[in-house]
Every structure is written in C-alpha cells, then in structure tokens.
C-alpha cells in the first residue's frame, strides 16, 4: 500500500481553520508504513520499499496483533528531529551493523494513523476514529503517537520557535485515501523541501577533485529532466566523498537536462545519468523554476523524485 500524501498550503502558515480540522507537527524524518501480522513486522517506505531491515529497533511492534500503522521514523538529535543524522540509517541493509546503529542512536517511531486493526479495514472510516483506535494501542519502545492539537496557528509559531519542520492539518471526517494526494490533509512547512534527480556534479574550484555542487532537476509530465539549478551547500565530510562514489557509476557524455543549463553552471560539470535523487531544502523558486538556496540533506532512495511544477 502508498500512504496518503498531503497537499501544500497555498503560503507558508496558511493552513485550513475551522472546528473540522486537527493540527500536528510536520515531522522531520522518513514515511514508513509498519505492517504487523503474525507475530512479524514488515517496514515499507513511501515508494513501497522494504525498509525493515534498517531499523532492528522497531522489531518490538511484533507485540501489537495485526495492525497497519502509518508514521515517520525520525531520529532525535539534541531532543529534535534530524534528517542528517537520519541519513546514516535509511540505506543500511546489513543486520550487523544496523543493530550497532540501533544500540548507539535509536529512531523514534512517530504513528499517526491506523489503517487497519485486528483485521479490520479502517481506511474508510473518518480520520477522528481512527485516531481513537490508534489511542487504544499499547505501544512498544522506540513507538510513539504524534500528537494532534486543536489550534494551527499556534502550531505554527511554537514549530517555527523550536525549528521543527512544519504543520500537517487534517479533516476530522476524512477518509484514508491510499496512494493520493488529498486537500483532506494539507501540509505547510518552515522551509520548502523536495526530492530532486542529480544531472551532474562539479568538483570544487580548489583542484582537490572533492564534490563541490551538484546540477539538480525535476521530472516533467513527458518524462524529461528540468533544470532546478546548483547546490554547494551540505556537501561536506564523508557524506560527500560517498556521494561523489556513488555518482562516478553513472557517468555520461553529455547533459541529462532537456532545457538548458547555464553556461556558469555547466562549466566543469560531470554528467550522469539521472537516478540518484536527493533531499533538499530551499527558501523559494524564482519564477525560472531554480531552487534559491538550495542545502542538499542527503541521498533518497525511499521515495520519488517530485515532479517538475511552474513556480
């Protein structure tokens, strides 16, 4: 099953009001759908990926029946959120290794929705009872409820205050509509993100061949590659020189992008093809459609790249 997928709020902080409506934070970490039956635990990522094996930690919701849960895995670095520190985790598959990590940094399960319980499909039902069955849940370690609150404008300044990500509205009375994009949730955060495909890579200026910027795109409703611009920022430290690896396997002789690239940009630039995507963080796009600002976070292999968009 693909989770439910909220729709962006028109402007930052202007969420839905009204009595029909709950608030929560906009968690900053991975969408995994935990899937219980048996006595066993399967983990899926956005894209219907099995993800079980990176988090041993959550073995524990073996305890809870047969249920379909659907929440964010994050892991809190200084009592926050941390999509870097989570990085190190998303993409382990060796049980050895992802146990040490477990032992040393925990992930927090955040579940915000039951999608099916002792057998029975709740999908249908309005978003207000599933909560209240989520509630009658006797949660293991590393598992928590996110909480709801019933003001988003508050939400908004205490998550802007704290440096969480964001706020997520949801209609009491909405149904769960599997693998859809609904105005039924509405999400708005501090600062935009969104999954990009990497065209290319240049090195730094200073002859040290490190990774120094990445050439970033969207895919366009015919399948070609747009240009979002370049970005410097967060490629520092292993986490780079471990990009720059996994990039050097797909090289190609000549741009992937269908528009064209600056001559700025593409001077020095490295060619690949486009299937690695990354998470980035940006203030806005300019009405070309670049990113401004833009600090990449890490590579994605748990999600789809998000679609090219008119700014």
């Known amino acids: 099953m693909e989770p439910m997928l909220a729709t962006p709020a028109p402007a930052p902080g202007r969420l839905p009001r009204g009595t029909g409506w709950v608030y929560e934070v906009k968690w900053d970490g991975v969408r995994v759908l935990a899937d219980v039956h ?5 983990l899926t990522s956005r894209n219907e990926r099995d993800v079980t094996p990176a988090y041993p930690e959550l073995d524990g919701l073996a305890a809870l029946g047969d249920v379909l849960l659907d929440g964010e895995v994050v892991l809190l670095d200084a009592g926050k959120p941390s999509f870097a ?3 190190e985790r998303m993409h382990v598959r060796d049980p050895r290794r992802a146990g040490a990590l477990a032992a040393a940094r925990p992930v927090t399960y955040l579940v915000f929705d039951v999608l099916r319980l002792d057998g029975e499909d709740l999908t249908g039902r309005p978003f207000a009872e599933r909560r209240a069955a989520l ?11 996110s909480p709801l609150y019933d003001d988003g404008d508050d939400l908004w300044q205490v998550t802007a205050a704290h440096g969480l990500e964001g706020v997520v509205a949801k209609r009491r009375e909405s149904p769960y509509r599997a693998g859809r994009r609904s105005a ?3 999400k708005s955060a501090h600062r935009r993100s ?3 495909v990497v065209g290319g890579w240049r090195p730094e200026s200073t002859g040290t061949g490190r990774l120094g910027a990445l050439l ?3 895919p366009d409703a015919s399948g070609g590659l747009r240009y979002l611009g370049r970005a410097g920022s967060g490629l520092g430290g292993p986490a780079a020189r471990t990009m720059r690896d996994l990039l ?4 190609r002789s000549a741009s992937p992008f269908v528009d064209d690239v600056p001559a700025v940009d593409a001077r020095g630039t490295v060619w690949v093809d486009p299937v690695v995507l990354v998470d980035t963080l940006y203030l806005v796009r300019t ?7 833009p600090v990449v976070r890490g590579v994605r292999t748990d999600t789809t790249a998000d679609p090219w968009e008119q700014p």
């Open 38 to 42: 048996g006595g066993r635990v399967r």
């Open 287 to 293: 009405p070309s459609g670049r990113l401004r600002q």
């Open 135 to 145: 509630d009658t849940l006797v949660l293991p370690e590393h598992v928590q409820v």
């Open 194 to 196: 969104r999954t990009a």
């Open 216 to 218: 970033l795109g969207a």
């Open 248 to 251: 050097e396997e797909h090289g």
């Open 85 to 87: 520190a989570l990085a």
């Open 184 to 186: 039924d949730w509405v």
